[in-house]
């Protein structure tokens, strides 16, 4: 008989390898995250650096600054929080970092893509948690006096953005409504973007489960928004992009969520954008396809607009 530390408890793989748990506690991730530096980019001129953002947890993010043509002009700042169900991937991987680059250069705008600890070491709430610490981190710049001096410089805290991917767009989601209920002082949020986003239904979801365990379950409103209508009236912006692909295992919640935002009462503007014949996050990994250029188009007017 095997002992409890090569024998499996639980094995977690859904649609990619993430982890599994041996029956002595011991976790073994199955998928290690690549990261890359930052970098000045030729191509583009968008410069990016990190900057720490809780010292005693080690928490950092990832700024990202386009080429500036005026040094006085302030522009819009997005607040990236990157997908990976909730365990995996990093601000400063090689997926977010390209994409973040090219959004940033398209748009011209500033971004913070903000790092939080990962489940199932870390489980949820945790990340919410960590990512609220980042966006104030991020809003203490507000009176341009703040520790780093790009947000001080060139960030626009009369147009800021929340915006994710998959579980970051569920994170994204989580601070919108945080910051309608408990405020961000010398910020106005005025959009959020879900790219591709993960929310639960009523069915059961083994992962959620098990590194979210304080949760109550498939109609918790961190996890399933469409479970409490009313509650999105709270939410602290007034437009939202909600961007889903037509094979995407994730389409329908993503279009559950759109709906419900617009029974809720809200008083802002939400659009759907649907594209069709790609899967899950397909911008990430074929960004210079026609579809993802498409949809970066999308992604930039919104931010602009």
């Known amino acids: 008989m095997a002992s ?16 599994r748990v041996y029956k002595d506690g011991r976790i073994e991730r199955l998928r290690e995250t690549e990261t890359v530096p930052p970098s000045n980019d030729p191509q583009t001129g968008v410069q990016s650096k990190d900057t720490i953002v809780l010292p005693e947890s080690s928490l950092s993010a990832r700024l990202f600054l386009p080429k500036i043509t005026d040094p006085t002009a302030k522009i819009p700042l997005v607040i990236y929080i990157h997908g990976g169900a909730f365990c995996i991937e990093s601000p400063f991987s090689p997926l977010y970092h390209n994409y973040l680059t090219s959004l940033v250069n398209k748009a011209n705008v500033i971004a913070v893509a903000i790092q939080y600890r990962k489940a199932p070491e870390y489980p949820l709430p945790i990340a919410y948690d960590d990512a609220w610490t980042a966006i104030k981190w991020v809003a203490s710049h507000a009176n341009r006096d703040g520790p780093e001096p790009w947000l001080n410089d060139h960030a626009d805290f009369e147009r800021v953005f929340f915006a994710g991917d998959s579980a970051g767009a569920n994170i994204a989601h989580n601070m919108t409504m945080k910051a309608g209920a408990d405020g961000l002082i010398g910020v106005k949020l005025v959009g959020m973007l879900l790219m591709n986003p993960f929310f639960r239904n009523n069915e059961p979801d083994e992962l959620i489960e098990y590194i979210f365990p304080s949760s109550s379950g498939c109609n918790d409103p961190r996890m399933n928004p469409a479970s409490a209508i009313k509650e999105l009236a709270g939410l602290a912006c ?12 994730l389409k329908d919640r993503g279009v559950t969520y759109y709906e419900a935002v617009r029974k809720s009462g809200w008083d802002g503007v939400i659009d759907i954008v649907e594209t069709p014949g790609e899967k899950h996050v397909f911008y990430l990994f074929d960004p210079s396809s026609q579809k993802a250029m498409d949809l970066m188009d999308q992604v930039s007017s919104f931010l602009n607009r």
Do not use: Q
């Not at 007034?238 to 295992?249: A, H």
């Open 238 to 249: 007034s437009r939202v992009l909600v961007c889903v692909s037509e094979k995407d295992f």
């Open 4 to 19: 409890n530390t090569t024998e499996i408890a639980r094995e977690f793989v859904n649609s990619f390898p993430l982890f």
